[in-house]
T-cell receptor
Framework: DAMVIQNPRYQVTQFGKPVTLSCSQT?????MYWYQQKSSQAPKLLFH???????NEADTPDNFQSRRPNTSFCFLDIRSPGLGDAAMYLC?????????????FGPGTRLTVL | AQTVTQSQPEMSVQEAETVTLSCTYD???????LFWYKQPPSRQMILVIR??????QNATENRFSVNFQKAAKSFSLKISDSQLGDTAMYFC??????????FGAGTRLTVKP
């Protein structure tokens, strides 16, 4: 089945230690998104890639970076995680130009910062 | 800027009964999409139902239907014959075509046996 995969599902890191979260998709969608979701809150868009074009939200901290080496993969790098970065990180994809622009979400990676 | 408001942080319903979750939004755009997403505990977010703003007919998907009032900028979700598996966070979302999706704060729905 076509899907959005996130690895790992649970990630523990230490304060200030860089961490990378990964997302892959078999949907061949040209848009990939990274969201941060804190407990009982709405997902907050961090940035997205439209093909190779990177689009950063204005309020996304510089501590968060992203890479998209090819259509299928997208990475979220947190350079120096703080306690406030503990959250669920959701990856989503969509097909720009499609009929409904529906976003398909992965299961998320829950990040714990010690 | 587009905003989405879900005024009910938590709701509960008895199994087999009907519940309505409310959502309002603010935009000056005329063409846009509205969505309801479901996020079960510890599981991924999935689309429940979508509505195109240019369509007057309310969308339905089995037990799920919406009441879309464009002039009032209201987009409520009705769940009929509630099932235990409907227990989840429900997010209302708004999107201008090919633009970013904006989510409401969510409504936590509990279906009680």
């Amino acid at each position: 089945d076509a899907m959005v995969i996130q690895n790992p599902r649970y990630q523990v890191t230490q304060f200030g230690k860089p961490v990378t979260l990964s997302c892959s998709q078999t949907l061949n969608h040209n848009v990939m998104y990274w969201y941060q979701q804190k407990s009982s809150q709405a997902p907050k868009l961090l940035f997205h890639y439209y093909d190779k074009d990177f689009n950063n939200e204005a309020d996304t901290p510089d501590n968060f970076q992203s890479r998209r080496p090819n259509t299928s993969f997208c990475f979220l790098d947190i350079r120096s995680p703080g306690l406030g970065d503990a959250a669920m990180y959701l990856c989503a994809t969509s097909s720009a130009g499609g009929s409904y622009n529906e976003q398909f979400f992965g299961p998320g990676t829950r990040l714990t910062v010690l | 800027a587009q905003t989405v408001t879900q005024s009910q942080p938590e709701m509960s319903v008895q199994e087999a009964e009907t519940v309505t979750l409310s959502c309002t939004y603010d935009t000056s755009e005329n063409n846009y999409y509205l969505f309801w997403y479901k996020q079960p505990p510890s599981r991924q977010m999935i689309l429940v139902i979508r509505q195109e703003a240019y369509k007057q007919q309310n969308a339905t998907e089995n037990r799920f239907s919406v009441n879309f009032q464009k002039a009032a900028k209201s987009f409520s979700l009705k769940i009929s014959d509630s099932q235990l598996g409907d227990t989840a966070m429900y997010f209302c979302a708004f999107m201008i075509i090919n633009n970013d999706m904006r989510f409401g704060a969510g409504t936590r729905l509990t279906v009680k046996p």
